[in-house]
């Protein structure tokens, strides 16, 4: 079974805190995403790498930075935390493909809240 | 770019009863795919079906069906005979040929299943 894993279920950092989100995937995916969710949003795509140490920008990239040194882990960064980053973060991961039919497999995810 | 609309926020449902949720979605690709996905109370979301733009047949497995027309752009997903597990949102998604592997999703359906 593929498995994503998100190193913290529940995360509370203030204002101006420096937080890592890390996410480790078992299944040597080239894709990884990482998505925020929030109620009546949906789910919106901040960033994903197709690649070590390659990344694109997704829909909401603003106030966020992201490092994948192994293929294996991608970690989202937020330099500077703020109370609108109050929110479920996603990780998922797949095979790359040219077509558009691999399923994304998700990890638990992580619910932050920025006080 | 892409869209997806689920426009149902919560559904309600008394144990046994079928539930329909809608999707309709926007492209200008012509090959692409379109996913449900499921995410329990625990947060991980979780596949549950996946269907090509060259393949219309409608198909049931177990007590799920999916109804796909592209005349209508339309993706709709029912659950039979629904149980208490079954309560959680339910997400749509497309990925299209040349969109490097991004999903774009719906904003969900919350579905509660009253015993």
């Known amino acids: 079974d593929v498995k994503v894993t998100q190193s913290s279920r529940y995360l509370v950092k203030r204002t101006g805190e420096k937080v890592f989100l890390e996410c480790v995937q078992d299944?040597?995916?080239?894709?990884m995403f990482w998505y925020r969710q929030d109620p009546g949003l949906g789910l919106r795509l901040i960033y994903f790498?197709?690649?070590?140490?390659?990344?694109e920008k997704g829909d909401i990239p603003e106030g966020y930075s992201v490092s994948r040194e192994k293929k294996e882990r991608f970690s989202l960064i937020l330099e500077s935390a703020s109370t609108n980053q109050t929110s479920m973060y996603l990780c998922?991961?797949?095979?790359?493909?040219?077509?558009?039919?691999?399923?994304?497999?998700f990890g638990a995810g992580t619910r932050l809240s920025v006080l | 770019a892409q869209k997806v609309t689920q426009a149902q926020t919560e559904i309600s449902v008394v144990e046994k009863e079928d539930v329909t949720l809608d999707c309709v979605y926007e492209?200008?690709?012509?090959?692409?795919?379109l996913f449900w996905y499921k995410q329990p109370p625990s947060g991980e979301l979780v596949f549950l079906i996946r269907?090509?733009?060259?393949?219309?047949q409608n198909e049931i497995s177990g007590r799920y069906s999916w109804n796909f027309q592209k005349s209508t752009s339309s993706f709709n997903f029912t659950i039979t005979a629904s149980q208490v597990v079954d309560s959680a949102v339910y997400f749509c998604?497309?990925?299209?040929?040349?969109?490097?592997?991004?999903?774009?999703f719906g904003k969900g359906n919350q579905v509660v299943v009253i015993p």
């Open positions: 299944m040597d995916h080239e894709n």
């Open positions: 998604a497309l990925s299209v040929l040349y969109g490097n592997n991004r999903l774009a």
């Open positions: 269907r090509n733009s060259f393949d219309e």
């Open positions: 790498s197709y690649d070590v140490k390659m990344k």
């Open positions: 492209t200008r690709d012509t090959t692409y795919y």
């Open positions: 998922a991961s797949n095979q790359r493909s040219y077509s558009a039919k691999n399923i994304q497999y």
